[in-house]
Structures are given as structure tokens and as C-alpha cells.
């Protein structure tokens, strides 16, 4: 029977976490911006899961065991009606307002039935196993660990194995099977049940419960109630860990390392944290005290020593400030996490009420959870430009840290926690001052000296007031994140947060978008139509406008991505461009003149921005309209892959004249994109040719090597770029299988050296 149990569990939750980044890429095609969609996406799922666990929660209070079946599996057969999972084809996204209410109805209409249908799956089977005859039905939240285990597979298989090998429509199938299996699964366990009722029923005495309207009455315990606060406790404790895996996420696939699919490691540590916790805490090991201390206890439990080191991770993390560059800094706050994680989580689990509550206990977790989603993915955007939930979260958490037992060991640690929180702040405040930041030293100095105040004189609780100055160290290290310069702006949106920073010698204005450098201009007047950066006239972009500039093939030239607006220095009189930008943050940074000036002082002739993905308002415009279209729109971790399949470049095809040319900007550290180009150039009938970039010196700060690659109709049409001797032929692949709307592979283009 708990094999039973555990299997139908782990498929459920293996389920709910292929189908989300699965539809996510079904509807890429439509709305383009990865970012909205994973956002969007992401808070449907928390919402339908908060959902699927209030359902559990009335239905296994309000009906007996034959109402929950009968009503359960009407869902079940209800859900296979929308099933398999794919985009209806009369949906069309709209193109003037906001596409995010558009795309919750979308989900709601296309996988709402399937996907509530397996979120019950977890919370309904532990309390249909708490009322069998098993000897661990007292406790049945160790199956919480077989749903958490079947997530991380999931979440690993799904880029490893099912991406680069079936296509979106095979997928929805195998998604079809998965949830019919599951359904059989669930007739199993119930059962299962029905069974273990009938053999409680006919002995006499051998199980100490009274039948009431099938259901079972458990007996009093010490969770005959449950109080507000300790909601609240389970809210907190549950949200705390869900902003912060956000929050982590986006500072180091932002700040530290944009490499693709990096994401999936802070939220599959999440789920690990989880499976630790509800494996291995026992129930009552890490209580929510308000009350004076208990005895000092004489051993040390894991968890305990958990709590006690939490503190010291969060100084490291704080400590990672002052560390240059990407993979050190990136795996502390990894561990920070993964080890923050470890203890909220066990403190949840360890404060599990008896199997009575156990629907109301996971309905509170998941409203942690939603608070943490909707924080991170929708309210902070809105109303912080810069990562701001991030240090709050971690600041929130010195507070919220659970209290344990008393230890002989707890002096020892508490003067080297003192010692390396005083440490760090004194080095953070020779660090501002060489950056001439006076009043943040003067913060840092007031912070120290109330937390050696308070220490002397043994104010109760003193370590959460030192994590006050933990907290504002990280709270500047990300409203400063720039060693060298000043912030002139920042701004942020869905997207990510953009910042001009201007150079010490006040001659440069970098673009920022985390630590990724997406534009420069020379601010000295007679260097302001200078293009920099990736664009310099000597790069291979130079050399396409040299070549094909001018001519009547490129009277009118498209470029998705505006960045600061660089390629318009490349404009003739006779030339028209159209900018396609989706950020409108990029478009007030472009043509503000206090920051950049590339739009205002150096266009030639006539120009426009529009607003919006570049495929979806490319395909508005005219046919054989564009002479060149250029795409610089591969610079970050979310590589926009419906901008380079078959049917994207079809569809450029038919906006582009018969002699026109299209230039993609493919410089990237972490993936390979030749290949893809060469791929569907040929799959096209179209010559590839590819440049790479390397005679910038590395000292050269104003400019970067670059690679780029261009497609067109016939090799002579090329021919000015071939006489250069710098531009080379790039072959398809032997395996001829190219990227389409239905296929892509990531895994397969990552750099891994």
C-alpha cells in the first residue's frame, strides 16, 4: 500500500513540473518575451496549486470517503476532456494591450483542468493514508518527500531528456499517458482504502477511531487546535524560502553568470530541501518559541546545528560582495540558499500538526508560497528598480530564524558571529570610503556600533539586530553593484533591471542589464557618433554596412533590439530604420539625451521604435518590405528561441526582398548559435556566412569581440563580404534536424568549456 501511495505521488508531481516549462514554450511562439511568459506562467501555476489544495482541504472536511472518490474522480475524467495539452489554433494574442490577463485565460482555458487535477494529487493522498490501517498512517508526511523527488527528476529530465527529443506535440501525448496512468494510480490507492476500511471495520477494537459518515475521527492530541499564529508561522516559514529562490535566481542569472537554464538550479534545490525536511526531521525537533529558553539541551540534533549555522552563511553571502567576478560569488549564494532552505523547511516540517490538519498545513504552505511568487514575480517589479526583495528577504530571514534548544556550544559561536559581522562591516566601510560614499559609511558605522552596544549589554534575541547590518551590507551591494563609475539610472520593468553607469573619467556611458554590458558611447562631442562596443566600425558589423550600406537593397532596414541606439551611426540620408524593441525601459534609456545620444545627434535620416516582440510585429509588416533585417537580441540568459526557427525564418523571408540580407548578432559566452543558423540556412536554401571578432585588445574597454552571421538568398549576393577573406562559409550539421516552434534544443548549444 505505501508503495502505491508514494509511486502515484511522485508521478502527480513529475507531471505538474513537466507541463510548465512545457506550455510555456507552446505559447513562446505567440508572445515572444521569455521573461513575461515564465513570470506569467509561474504565478499560474502557484495560483492553480494554492487552488488544488483549498479543493483537498473542503473536500476531505465535508464529504466521507464514497463523496471524495465519487467527486474526485469526476475532476479526473472532467481534466481528460482538454487533454492532449496544446495552444487552441483560433488564439491569437492582443496587440495593443498588456498580453498578461490574455495569457491567464489562455492557461486557465487550456491546461486549468489538468493541471488542478494533479495539484490535489499530494495533499489528498497523505490524508487518504492517514485514515488506513498502516503503522505509519499516525504520520504520513514522508510521502511529502516522493512528491518533492519527482519534481526535481522533472525539472532536470525535462531540458535533459524530453526537450531535445520529442517534439512540443509528442510531448503533449506522452503528458496525456503520464496523467491517464495516474489516474489508474489513483483508482489503485482508493482501493487501497476502501479495503483498510473494511478490514478496520470487521476487528474489534484493533484501531482506536470511530466511523462517522466514512470518515475517520481522529483521536485528541496536542493539535486539537490550531491557532492563528501558528498560520501565520507556516505562511512565513513556507514564503521566506519561495522570494528567496526567486530572489536568487534572478540575482545570479543576472549579475553574476547569464548562462541559460541556470535557473533550474536554485529551484531544484528548493525541492531538495524539501525532500530533506519531510525525510528526515522528526515532528517537534524546531517548535515556533515566544517564550523564555529552555533548558540548555545536552545533544545537538542536525537541524539545530542548521539553525546555528544559517547566520554564518549569511555573513559569507555578505562577504561575497567584495569577491570579483561570477562563480565563486554565484556558489555561495547557492549554499547560502540551499542551507537557509534546509532550515526553514525543517522548521516546517518539524512543526507538522497531527494527520487531522494536515490539509489546512499544506494550504497554509501554499499560501506561503503564492505570497513569495506574486512578491517576486509581479509586486516588485512594479515598485523597486532595482533587486530590492532580494536583501529584504535574506534580512527577513534573521528574524524569522527558528529558535531551538539552548547549547553549551551557542557562546562559542555567538562571539565568533560578533567577531566576523564586525569584520566584514569594517572592511565594507574601507570599501566605501575609497568609493567616496560618506553617508553609507556613517549608516554602516551607527549599525556596528548599536550591535556591539546591545551585545555588551546582553540584550535578548542580539543576533537579529547584528543581521541588521548584515542585511544593509546586502542591501547596498545591490543598489551599488558597480565597482568602477557612477549610476546615473536605473530602471526596471519585466525584463530586468537596466542601468547607466557613467566611467570615472566621465568619457563613457555603459548600458547595463546585471553585470552584461549591452551598449557604450563616447560622451566627448566629437566622438558621440562613434559606434562602440560590439558595433565598432572595424567589427564585422562595420564591415556589413560598408559593404551593403547605401545600396538600393538596404533602403530600408529593420534592427530588433534597440540597446543605446548604436547601429543608427551605420544610417545613410536615403535610409529609413525600424527599431523592434520589447523593453520599453530600453527605448526611455535610447532616447534619453542626458544618458545616450546616439538617436538624437547621429541619425542621418528617418527612424522609428516600435514597441513589442520582434517577430510577432515583424510579422505586421509589409511583404518585401526590408532590404536588412538585424537581429541583436542574444545577449542575455533568455536566448529568444522563436526568433530562430524554421518557421521565424520563413516568415523573414516573406518581409525581406528577394536580394535582401539577414545579419544576426550571435555573440554569446554560454551557447553556441552558429550551428542553429547554419542548421536552418540551409534548411532555407540560403548561403551562411559567419565573422568572428578577435583583434580587440583586452584593455581596449570600449570595445568587445563579437561574432555575427549572415544569411541571404545567393552567394553573390554576399560577395563583398567573401573578398574580405574574414567571412567563412559555416555547414550544416550531419543530423539535419533544425529548430522549429514544435523543436529546439538548448542543452545541445551550451559551451561547456
Known sequence: MPLAYTVTIFLSASLLFLVQPMFAKMVLPLLGGTPTVWNTCMLFFQGVLLAGYGYTHVLTGRFGHRGQMALHFTVLFSAIVALPIAVPHDWSPPTVATPVFWLLWLLVVSVGAPVFAVSTTTPLLQRWFAETDHTSAS??????????????????????????????????????????????????????????????????????????????????????????????????????????????????????????????????????????????????????????????????????LLVRLLPFALLLLASSTIVEGSWQPMLLHLAAFFLAGLVFHGALASDRPSAQFLTEYYLWMAVGGFLGGLLNGLIAPLISSCLLEYPLTLLLAFFLCPQVQPHKLDRLLNVTFVGLTALLIFGWLLDLNIRQSPSLVNLLFLVLLLSLVLIVL?????????????????????????????????????????????????????????????????????????????????????????????????????????????????????????????????????????????????????????????RLKLAEAPDEYYGMIFFDAFSSDAIPVHLLTREAIAMYLAKMREDGILVFHISNIHVDLEQVLADLAADAGLQCLVCRDRDVAPQDLSRANSVYAVLAHNRADLKELDQTGQWLESRPSTSGRVWTDDYSNIIGILRWW
Open 139 to 304: 504520520d504520513p508526511y514522508f510521502l511529502y518527500a516522493a512528491s518533492n523527488l519527482g519534481s526535481v527528476l522533472a525539472l532536470l529530465g525535462y531540458p535533459l531528456l524530453i526537450e531535445p527529443n520529442f517534439a512540443l506535440a509528442d510531448q503533449g501525448w506522452l503528458w496525456f499517458g503520464g496523467f491517464a496512468v495516474l489516474t489508474a494510480l489513483m483508482a489503485t490507492c482508493a482501493w487501497h482504502l476502501k479495503r483498510s476500511r473494511v478490514r478496520v471495520s470487521s476487528s474489534s477494537g484493533s484501531h482506536p477511531v470511530k466511523q462517522n459518515g466514512g470518515r475517520k475521527d481522529f483521536p485528541a492530541s496536542a493539535d486539537s487546535s490550531i491557532n492563528t499564529r501558528r498560520r501565520l508561522y507556516w505562511v512565513a516559514l513556507s514564503f521566506v524560502p519561495s522570494s528567496w529562490m526567486l530572489g536568487v535566481t534572478t540575482y545570479i542569472t543576472t549579475d553574476l553568470s547569464p548562462m541559460p537554464l541556470l535557473w533550474v538550479i536554485p529551484l531544484a534545490l528548493y525541492l531538495l530541501t524539501f525532500i530533506w525536511a519531510f525525510s528526515r526531521v522528526k515532528r517537534g525537533e524546531a517548535k515556533f518559541e515566544t517564550g523564555r529558553a529552555k533548558q540548555p539541551a545536552s545533544t545537538l540534533s542536525t537541524h539545530a
Open 458 to 614: 546582553n540584550v535578548a534575541h542580539w543576533r537579529k539586530f547584528v543581521g541588521v547590518g548584515v542585511g544593509a551590507v546586502l542591501l547596498m551591494a545591490v543598489l551599488t553593484p558597480l565597482r568602477d563609475g557612477s549610476v546615473l539610472y536605473t530602471g526596471r520593468s519585466y525584463f530586468g533591471v537596466h542601468r547607466v553607469v557613467r566611467s570615472p573619467d566621465e568619457s563613457l556611458h555603459y548600458l547595463y542589464h546585471g553585470r552584461t554590458v549591452h551598449g557604450i558611447q563616447d560622451r566627448r562631442p566629437e566622438h558621440h557618433c562613434e559606434p562602440l562596443s560590439y558595433y565598432h566600425r572595424h567589427s564585422p558589423l562595420g564591415e556589413i554596412f560598408e559593404a551593403f550600406s547605401g545600396s538600393g537593397s538596404t533602403q530600408r532596414i529593420a534592427v530588433v533590439g534597440l540597446g543605446t541606439g548604436a547601429t543608427i551611426c551605420y544610417q545613410q540620408p536615403e535610409e529609413e530604420f525600424t527599431f523592434y524593441e520589447i523593453d520599453p525601459i530600453v527605448q526611455y534609456v535610447a532616447e534619453s539625451e542626458e544618458l545616450f545620444d546616439h538617436l538624437k545627434r547621429c541619425s542621418r535620416g528617418p527612424y522609428r521604435i516600435i514597441i513589442g516582440d520582434g
